[in-house]
T-cell receptor, first 114, second 112 residues
């Protein structure tokens, strides 16, 4: 069965510091990969997605992610974190058996220290 | 545009009561989804509808039923609510394939 693992439940970084959130997936074929962000009390918003091609993808708000097939990873990065980046971040995998299904990791909560 | 609209936003039920969560999207999307979000569990897929007229089980379908009423609307029904169904429920839609999901603002459900 496919699965998505986000090993870091909670991360704290200082404003201006770099950020890397980890995501590993288990899926037989090349998956469709996504990162979403959720602010408190809100629904999820797409940050970026990977379907094929260049393994380094750029997203909104200065985020990027790199697909590494050999490591089954899709880590999210940002060079300089802003206080407004504090939120919950979810990695997701898109698969297709009889239709479109998206499976989410358990999320990483990001705290930004001024 | 309203996007994905969920109702109600909050609901408290007693064990054994039934209710239906409503979801509508105005983006002419083919696929719609119901997720539940629980602390430490992330989002888990309950049911999805790849296109009008079809529905399929996700990861955690037990205790739920769904209806794809038309292309716009996808409802989730709890026939006999249980405390284990206390959660935040999100409806989402996507155009097709693996296009991004658009989420509603969620329904916070408590079952006492």
């Amino acid at each position: 069965a496919q699965s998505v693992t986000q090993p870091d439940i909670h991360i704290t970084v200082s404003e201006g510091a770099s950020l890397e959130l980890r995501c590993n997936y288990s899926y037989g074929a090349t998956p469709y990969l996504f990162w979403y962000v959720q602010s408190p009390g809100q629904g999820l918003q797409l940050l970026l997605k990977y379907f094929s091609g260049d393994t380094l993808v750029q997203g909104i708000k200065g985020f990027e992610a790199e697909f590494k097939r050999s490591q089954s990873s899709f880590n999210l990065r940002k060079p300089s974190v802003h206080w407004s980046d504090a939120a919950e971040y979810f990695c997701a995998v898109g698969v297709s058996n009889t239709g479109n299904q998206f499976y989410f990791g358990t999320g990483t909560s990001l705290t930004v220290i001024p | 545009n309203a996007g994905v609209t969920q109702t109600p936003k909050f609901q408290v039920l007693k064990t054994g009561q039934s209710m239906t969560l409503q979801c509508a999207q105005d983006m002419n999307h083919n696929s719609m989804y119901w997720y539940r979000q629980d602390p430490g569990m992330g989002l888990r897929l309950i049911y999805y509808s790849a296109s009008e007229g079809t529905t399929d089980k996700g990861e955690v379908p037990n205790g739920y039923n769904v209806s794809r009423l038309n292309k716009r609307e996808f409802s989730l029904r709890l026939e006999s609510a249980a405390p284990s169904q206390t959660s935040v429920y999100f409806c989402a839609s996507s155009e097709s394939g693996y296009e991004k999901l658009f989420f509603g603002s969620g329904t916070q459900l408590s079952v006492l």
